[in-house]
């Protein structure tokens, strides 16, 4: 059985850094693709970043681009994203996604997410 | 970026009725359409990949076309569980995008 177990979420003041982890297990962790996607409270969902199987591919949404990074170590099965100079629209419900193969950028499973609140 | 635009915001149904979901997007993205249903409090459910397939343990009554950029979700008669917010999703270009969502609700 697949598990995606997000932790790292929490309240945090403007301009400062969390790092959200996300455990995986109950596959062969360097053969999917993972992402983060964020929602709001009462929002939609918008995606947030991807890296790929290996973890030499990465790609970012344009409002979390040169502020996120997204990693992965694959000898642990855990997915990183280190968020810093943190701004309350970052407020969000973070989940981590499972990809359906190394390369793509279909996610097919869920986490229950990590909630991240930036406020002072 | 490729903007999805979902119609209605909020659709109600009774059940056992058809309820039909749309989505536009705002160039081509091939085949690389997804459906997503979510219930208060849970995360997202894959539903429907690649316009029209369903995910595992999807019922039948569950289906996706496209006409172009228009794509639909049709749910072929409601069950109470079915009742819930559906998003539609591209994973053709970066950056991935979803729709606003779809609020379906019991009539």
């Known amino acids: 059985e697949v598990q995606l177990l997000e932790s790292g979420g929490g309240l945090v003041q403007p301009g400062g850094s969390l790092r959200l982890s996300c455990a995986v297990s109950g596959l062969t962790f360097s053969n999917n693709a993972m992402s983060w996607v964020r929602q709001a409270p009462g929002k939609g969902l918008e995606w947030v970043s991807t890296?790929?199987?290996?973890?030499?591919?990465?790609n970012y949404a344009d409002s979390v681009k040169g502020r996120f990074t997204i990693s992965r170590d694959n000898s642990k099965n855990t997915l990183f994203l280190q968020m810093n100079s943190l701004r309350a629209e970052d407020t969000a419900i973070y989940y981590c996604a499972k990809g359906v193969s190394a390369y793509s950028s279909l996610v097919d499973f869920w986490g229950q997410g990590t909630l991240v609140t930036v406020s002072s | 970026e490729i903007v999805m635009t979902q119609s209605p915001a909020t659709l109600s149904v009774s059940p056992g009725e058809r309820a039909t979901l749309s989505c536009r997007a705002s160039?081509?993205?091939?085949?690389?359409l997804a459906w997503f249903q979510q219930k208060p409090g849970q995360s997202p459910r894959l539903l429907i990949y690649?316009?029209?397939t369903r995910a595992t343990g999807v019922p039948a009554r569950f289906s996706g076309s496209d006409s172009g950029t228009e794509f639909t979700l049709t749910i072929s008669s409601l069950q109470s569980e079915d009742f819930a917010i559906y998003y539609c999703?591209?994973?053709?270009?970066?950056?991935?995008?979803f729709g606003g969502g779809t609020k379906l609700e019991i009539k």
């Open positions: 160039q081509t993205v091939g085949s690389n």
């Open positions: 999703h591209q994973y053709s270009f970066w950056p991935l995008t």
């Open positions: 890296i790929s199987g290996t973890g030499k591919t990465t």
């Open positions: 690649g316009v029209s």
